[in-house]
């Protein structure tokens, strides 16, 4: 069965400062792969997603990530934190047999004036 | 594109109770999907819609639960004999037709069984 992990539950960073959230997953074949923030009240928001080609994948807000086959992982990243990124962070594969999200547990940011 | 509506946004009720929450998603979106999510987790599948076709279950979905989508447009997850354990977000998302479609979710429904 496919999962997801994401070992850090909590990550606080200054404004300002590089970001990276780690993502891992167990699924046998190239996944489709995704990253959620979900701010404070706020449904999910899709902030990039990964298929095939290109491993490193621009998305929304200034994130990227990076697609890393032999190491099963898939880590979001940022340049440069801004106040307004303090949300919760979800990295998902999608069975395409299943056709459903699998999501990890989270990962909450917090971010330092 | 008018973004995924869940109705209520909130829900208290008491243990034994029956509840039932509607979504309505994005027009153009055949699929439909219903997840749970309580404190400090991530999002977990409950059941899936494409069109009228109820295509899966999860586990998590005991014999409580009940999912419907009539005409293939709004959907209603209903839990008879709630228990304090049902309590979480609900939330509801749907998609193209298509594993590159991205799902929309929408803000959920938060129970509360008391």
């Known amino acids: 069965a496919q999962s997801v992990t994401q070992p850090d539950i909590h990550i606080t960073v200054s404004e300002g400062a590089s970001l990276e959230l780690r993502c891992n997953y167990s699924y046998g074949a190239t996944p489709y792969l995704f990253w959620y923030v979900q701010s404070p009240g706020q449904g999910l928001q899709l902030l990039l997603k990964y298929f095939s080609g290109d491993t490193l994948v621009q998305g929304i807000k200034g994130f990227e990530a990076e697609f890393k086959r032999s190491q099963s992982s898939f880590n979001l990243r940022k340049p440069s934190v801004h106040w307004s990124d303090a949300a919760e962070y979800f990295c998902?594969?999608?069975?395409?047999?299943?056709?459903?999200?699998?999501f990890g547990s989270g990962t909450r940011l917090q971010v330092q004036p | 594109d008018t973004g995924v509506s869940q109705n209520p946004r909130h829900k208290i009720t008491k243990r034994g109770q029956n509840v039932t929450f509607r979504c309505d998603p994005i027009s153009e979106h055949n699929r439909l999907y219903w997840y749970r999510q309580t404190l400090g987790q991530g999002p977990e599948f409950l059941t899936y819609?494409?069109?009228?076709?109820?295509?899966?279950k999860s586990r998590l979905l005991s014999d409580r639960f009940s999912a419907e989508r009539p005409k293939g447009s709004f959907s209603t997850l209903e839990i008879q004999r709630t228990e304090q354990g049902d309590s979480a977000m609900y939330l509801c998302a749907s998609s193209r037709d298509s594993f590159a479609s991205p799902l929309h979710f929408g803000n959920g429904t938060r129970l509360t069984v008391t």
């Open positions: 998902a594969v999608v069975d395409t047999g299943r056709r459903a999200l699998t």
């Open positions: 819609f494409q069109n009228e076709a109820q295509l899966e």
